[in-house]
């Protein structure tokens, strides 16, 4: 049984907000239901319950002949189960042990090893998303257990090419210090968690661990240090570059918001609002990409000038949603660059929100936060998307890429 937890200050917390949510995860979802649940349900001993929680269950069959369960929906997207009271009819009457395990652990997401287990919570719910927006210390480290700061001391001794969960971790970690530096201007953050990502590449974890130790040692020395000067000042300089970086995450949110996913009719309304505001249509991408981006100064900067945290904990919650830095060292920079189009694609759907002039900004900003975490929960195909077409643009070099966070 892992005996070191550890976790964002918001999901050390975490409760759930109930009857109070005002965008619940019991709708527009594929509720996957585990086998021990579906065996539960069959053998249920209440016969009026066995009945109803077998009228629950949606059967597919998978390409490869296997099935697949899902909680049935209503036609309003609500799950079967949900009760008019806004809370769930299975863990009111029959208690939380009968509900799916999923519903049971969202919005946790865990890595465990041996006595450790590594918590983060998902972007998709509420709770998180307003926690992640709104608290500036809600992505602190909290430890519960033993453990001291020294994360990779307590690692057991390994020769796998692939970062345990603790390295994962502590990886993460060092990258979240550097966007968390209060002193430094956002870019300077960008341009160190890039040279991060990038490092980790070289570092070799079968010729030892060591190697990685002393990198992420380094790289949390260095943001304890006085700001690089000129970094800032070159990446904003590039600004105006950023412009047409943005045409390739525009074109995969237009068409991301076409794909056959659950909550897709949610998230289409959602985006399509957004880009008519903006005036974004599949014809005119080149010509909406600089309005948005005087859309992104004009209503943005402000945000970050008075809530600049919001803005560093977003980036760091959506590095925690993509699982940087990965399996692998080699993919940690592949993974910064999805966090990146996430983050990108949040700024542009916020931008749009505030541009229409909503009376609550910060709830605005974490609206868009967790409908973005529950379309990626649900597709990472409009990620997919933004990369091939920044890949074909040139867009991929660390260097170009910050540009579309700065
Ligand atoms: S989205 Fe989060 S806060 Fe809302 S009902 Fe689901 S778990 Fe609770």
Redesign the pocket.
């Known amino acids: 049984m892992p005996t070191t937890i550890v976790q964002p200050r918001h999901m050390a917390r975490f409760a ?3 009857p109070d ?1 005002p ?4 709708r527009d979802w594929a509720v996957d239901v585990d086998p021990a649940t579906v065996r539960l349900w069959r053998n249920h001993p209440d016969a009026g319950w066995r009945e109803r929680l077998a009228a629950g269950l949606r059967r597919l069959r998978k390409p490869d002949g296997s099935e697949r369960n899902l909680v049935a929906m209503r036609p309003d997207g609500h799950c079967l189960f949900y009760t008019e009271d806004g809370l769930c009819g299975i863990q009111k009457e029959l208690g939380a042990e009968a509900m799916p395990w999923i519903c049971r652990v ?2 946790r997401g865990e890595q465990a090893e041996h006595d450790f287990l590594a918590r983060t919570g998902s972007l998709a ?4 998303a307003r926690a992640v927006v709104g608290e500036d210390r809600s992505l602190d480290e909290s430890l519960d257990g033993p453990i001291g700061p020294t994360l990779l001391a307590l690692q057991p001794a390994t020769t796998k090419p692939a970062f345990t969960a603790r390295e994962a971790w502590a990886v993460r970690r060092t990258a979240l210090a550097i966007l968390g530096q209060p002193t430094w201007s956002w870019e300077a953050r960008l341009v160190l968690t890039a040279l991060l990502a990038g490092e980790l590449a070289t570092v070799d974890l079968v010729r030892g661990r060591q190697g990685l130790s002393s990198l992420l040692d380094r790289y949390a020395g260095a943001s304890r240090e006085p700001e690089p000067a000129g970094v800032a000042a070159e990446l904003a300089a590039g600004r105006a570059q950023g412009t047409a970086l943005l045409v390739p995450v525009l074109k995969a949110i237009l068409e991301g918001a076409r794909e056959p996913v659950p909550g897709k009719i949610v998230w289409a309304a959602f985006v399509s609002a957004a880009l008519d505001r903006l005036g974004v249509t599949a014809e005119n991408l080149d010509e909406a990409a600089r309005r948005v981006a005087a859309v992104l100064r004009d209503r943005l900067d402000p945000l970050y000038a008075d809530r600049p945290r919001s803005f560093s904990n977003l980036l760091g919650a959506l590095l925690h949603q993509v699982r940087f830095p990965g399996e692998r060292p080699k993919d940690a920079l592949g993974r910064l660059g999805q966090a990146i189009v996430a983050f990108a694609t949040w700024r542009i759907l916020t931008a749009a929100r505030l541009d229409a002039g909503v009376a609550d900004p910060l709830e605005a900003a974490a609206e868009v936060a967790w409908k973005l975490g529950r379309h990626l929960a649900h597709s990472q195909k409009v990620l997919d998307r933004a990369i091939e077409g920044l890949s074909r643009a040139g867009g991929l070099e660390p260097a170009r890429l910050l540009l579309l966070a700065a």
């Open positions: 759930c907000l109930g949510c965008d619940t995860c019991c969202f919005p719910c509420t709770a998180v």
